[in-house]
C-alpha cells in the first residue's frame, strides 16, 4: 500500500527556521517525483515544487521560487520541505503527495505549520 | 506561470443531477490537466489524471475531457459524497498551477 506520512504541526515566530518531511513507503520512494502542495487557511491548492529523490533534481513554481528548499534522502525514503526565515505568510496546510503522469495521485495527510509572534 | 480559471466558483445542484465544470488554460497544455476532489479538513483526491484518463477506484461517473487549452470535467449523477470542492491542475515543464476551485453545494 503506497503511503505519505508527514510530520507534526509547528507552530513557529517569524524569522524563524523550519523543516518538515514526508516519508514514502509501498513504492519505489527514488523512482519518483514527490511534490509539495500549499493551502492557506480558508484558501485554494497551490503547487509549491517537485523533487526527484534518485539524484535530488528539484524544481519550483515561479511563486515559491527562493523562498522554500526541497529536498529528499532516498536511504530513508523521506523528501523535506524548509524554510531560512519563515513569515506569517507562510501559515498553511502542507501537502506532499507522489507526483505521476502530471499529477499527484497519493498524497500525506497534511502538516499545519503557523506562523504567528 | 500558466494560469487556470474554473468556472462556476460555486455550483449548487440535488442529488441526481449531472454537472459540468470548466477549466480554462491561459496557453496549450495539450492534455497536462488533472482534476482533485477535495472534502473538508481530507487532502484531496485524485480523479482524472492526463485530461480524460479515470484513476483507479474513482466512480464511473467522474468523466474528463478536452485538451489544448479548455477542458470539462462532468460527474453524471451527483450522489451524497459527491458535494466538494473540485480543482483542475495543470502540469508544463517542471511546474505546475490548480485553478481556484469550484464548490459544489446542495442546492
Known amino acids: 500500500e503506497v503511503q505519505l506520512v508527514q510530520s507534526g504541526a509547528e507552530v513557529k515566530k517569524p524569522g524563524e527556521s523550519l523543516k518538515i518531511s514526508c516519508q514514502g513507503s509501498?513504492?519505489?520512494?527514488?523512482?519518483?517525483?514527490i511534490g509539495w502542495v500549499r493551502q492557506m487557511p480558508g484558501r485554494g491548492l497551490e503547487w509549491v515544487g517537485i523533487?526527484?529523490?534518485?539524484?535530488?533534481?528539484?524544481r519550483y513554481s515561479p511563486s515559491f521560487q527562493g523562498q522554500v528548499t526541497i529536498s529528499a534522502d532516498k536511504s530513508i525514503s523521506t523528501a523535506y520541505l524548509q524554510w531560512s526565515s519563515l513569515k506569517a505568510s507562510d501559515t498553511g496546510i502542507y501537502y506532499c503527495?507522489?507526483?505521476?503522469?502530471?499529477?499527484?495521485?497519493?498524497w500525506g495527510q497534511g502538516s499545519v505549520v503557523t506562523v504567528s509572534s | 506561470d500558466i494560469q487556470l480559471t474554473q468556472s462556476p466558483s460555486t455550483l449548487s445542484a440535488s442529488v441526481g443531477d449531472g454537472v459540468t465544470i470548466t477549466c480554462r488554460a491561459s496557453?496549450?497544455?495539450?492534455?497536462?490537466l488533472a482534476w482533485y476532489q477535495q472534502k473538508p479538513g481530507k487532502a484531496p483526491k485524485l480523479l482524472i489524471y492526463?485530461?480524460?484518463s479515470l484513476q483507479s477506484g474513482v466512480p464511473s461517473r467522474f468523466s474528463g475531457s478536452g485538451s489544448g487549452t479548455d477542458f470539462t470535467l462532468t460527474i453524471s449523477s451527483l450522489q451524497p459524497g459527491d458535494f466538494a470542492t473540485y480543482y483542475c491542475?495543470?502540469?508544463?515543464?517542471?511546474?505546475?498551477?490548480f485553478g481556484q476551485g469550484t464548490k459544489v453545494d446542495i442546492k
Open positions: 503527495a507522489r507526483h505521476y503522469g502530471g499529477a499527484f495521485d497519493y
Open positions: 509501498g513504492f519505489s520512494f527514488s523512482s519518483y517525483w
Open positions: 523533487v526527484y529523490p534518485g539524484d535530488s533534481d528539484s
Open positions: 496557453h496549450n497544455i495539450t492534455n497536462w
Open positions: 492526463k485530461a480524460s
Open positions: 491542475q495543470q502540469y508544463n515543464n517542471f511546474a505546475g498551477t
